[in-house]
């Protein structure tokens, strides 16, 4: 399984970007996936996850109201629409897939995921 992240660049606060994220091995709709991002010095730390399937969603109180994950299953690729954008959100963003079929505690878990996309850096900046 591969997943291969892509769109992230600099951008102005207030801006958007979408992030992709290209999956090969494994279907997006048949996986539990998230993005995760991890800025200078913090741990890696959960965005939003979309359930396999019925493709229900999850956001971290953070980014709630400002980003939307969602998936394309003619494609095999997951989302991270990120609107409003702020200096904050600067970050390395990573995709991940599941294996198995988590609970939705577990969702937020770094430790839930079994492949990791190669990370796309967001650098939010005027």
């Known amino acids: 399984v591969q997943l291969q992240a892509s769109g992230g660049g600099l951008v102005q606060p207030g801006g958007s970007l979408r992030l992709s994220c290209a999956a090969s091995g494994r279907a997006v709709s048949n996986s539990d996936m998230a993005w995760f991002r991890k800025a200078p010095g913090d741990e890696r730390v959960f965005v939003a996850g979309?359930?396999?399937?019925?493709?229900?969603?999850y956001n971290a109180d953070l980014v709630k109201g400002r980003f939307a994950i969602s998936r394309d299953n003619a494609k095999n690729t997951i989302y991270l629409q990120m609107n409003r954008l702020i200096p904050e959100d600067t970050a390395v963003y990573y995709c991940a897939a599941a294996t198995g079929n988590l609970i939705t505690s577990s969702m937020r878990s770094v430790g839930s995921y079994d492949y990791w996309g190669q990370g796309t850096q967001v650098t939010v900046s005027s």
């Open positions: 979309i359930r396999r399937s019925r493709g229900a969603t």
